[in-house]
């Protein structure tokens, strides 16, 4: 099982095809009927819980060490369908309002359509509630045989490659997948692996939520992106594109504590990984569930820093991808004693 020649650099071709499939929060099964193909031939075990969430073991006899990455992406649900066939709708996780104008949507049978907003005076009326989807139906009645009330879509995005830069939808976290999948497959550790390809992230950590209860881990690491400060006037941050992994120190859901903050840093130092500390005044990860579990978790993330995260558009650099894989398997093969 753990015999296999593993090559050292990413097979891309899984990251593009983890950014096409269809995962909005709540609706990620074939998102882990895919991870679990690839891992299979890796793990002892590998199981669905009742949340969704999909969890990848492999058995040792060291600490019991989780990671997390979400397999959901942000979408949006249809909330109404009026009688011209236009889709009215909510947003399932959050989506800066200037996003969306103009955007294809696909629904999970694959129909198209286009976010499309009324007429507005003034740029303060740009609200959500102006916004409407058009399948190119021109009644309710023929706009119903395609989609129903309660059905989400998301983001319509290719994968492109440009040069170390990659764009697409859905790195967010389809990119944490990646790193724990490529991870999962080069590790050689004494240590009892858990790896939890969570769901409904982004509507509030709901999967970690419920699996670290159930999994009990001594150790929690997620994998998730991080915004960067490096674009014009961009909000002021020091984490840029191209610069390494970054090690969290705090977002809105977890203060990393110095114990594992030193842990990440000093592995990343002796084995000349590049990293860079990520303070995030918004937003918060898997993480931020975790090590409020039970009495308390030792948790740590590992981010990807991306740009214009939450649309069609993502983009990462590779150099930091491999970056993150080669932290999480040094991480994973130390001794991990904090
Ligand atoms: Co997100
Ligand atoms: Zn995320």
């Known amino acids: 099982m753990l015999n296999k020649t593993v090559s050292l650099i990413p097979d891309y071709s899984i990251l593009n095809k983890l950014t096409q499939l269809f995962g909005p929060p709540g609706t990620e099964r074939v998102v882990a009927e895919y991870i679990s193909t690839q891992l299979q031939p890796y793990s002892n075990q590998i199981t669905i819980d009742t949340m969704g969430n999909l969890i990848v073991r492999r058995q040792g006899t060291g600490k019991r060490i989780m990671v997390a990455a979400h397999m959901d992406q942000v979408g949006i649900i249809v909330t109404n369908i009026d009688k011209e066939g236009f889709l009215r709708f909510s947003i ?5 309002i200037t996003a969306l104008n103009k955007q294809r949507v696909m629904f999970r049978n694959g129909r198209i359509g286009v ?8 740029l303060t009326d740009l609200k959500l509630e102006k916004h409407y989807i058009d399948i190119g139906a021109s009644s309710r009645k023929e706009a119903g045989q395609f989609v129903q009330i309660g059905d989400p879509a998301v ?55 419920t699996a670290a209860y159930a999994l009990d881990p001594d150790l929690a690491i ?11 006037k961009a909000h002021q941050m020091s984490v840029e594109l191209g610069k390494g992994a970054a090690i969290k120190v705090f977002d809105r859901s977890m203060v990393t504590s110095p114990q594992v903050k030193r842990w990440m840093s000093n ?34 993330v590992i981010s990807i820093p991306t740009r214009y995260i939450h649309s069609p558009a993502e983009m990462v650099d590779k150099n930091d991808v491999e970056a993150a894989v080669n932290l999480l398997v040094a991480l994973l093969e130390s001794s991990a004693e904090l």
């Open 222 to 232: 997620a994998v998730d992106v991080t915004v960067t400060g490096d674009t014009p």
């Open 92 to 96: 399932l996780g959050s989506i800066p």
């Open 267 to 300: 592995i990343a130092v002796k084995n000349k990984i590049p990293f860079q500390w990520e303070v995030l005044e918004s937003g918060g990860t898997d993480s931020g569930a975790i090590h409020l579990t039970k009495g308390g978790i030792p948790s740590g």
């Open 155 to 209: 983001f319509v995005g290719s994968y492109t490659e440009c040069g170390s830069r990659l764009i697409s939808k859905a790195f967010d976290d389809r990119i944490g997948c990646f790193v724990a999948i490529e991870a999962f497959k080069r590790l050689k550790t004494a240590h009892e692996l858990v790896f939890v390809f969570t769901v409904q992230e982004e509507v509030g950590t709901r999967g970690a939520q």
């Open 115 to 122: 976010i499309s907003i009324e007429k507005i005076e003034k």
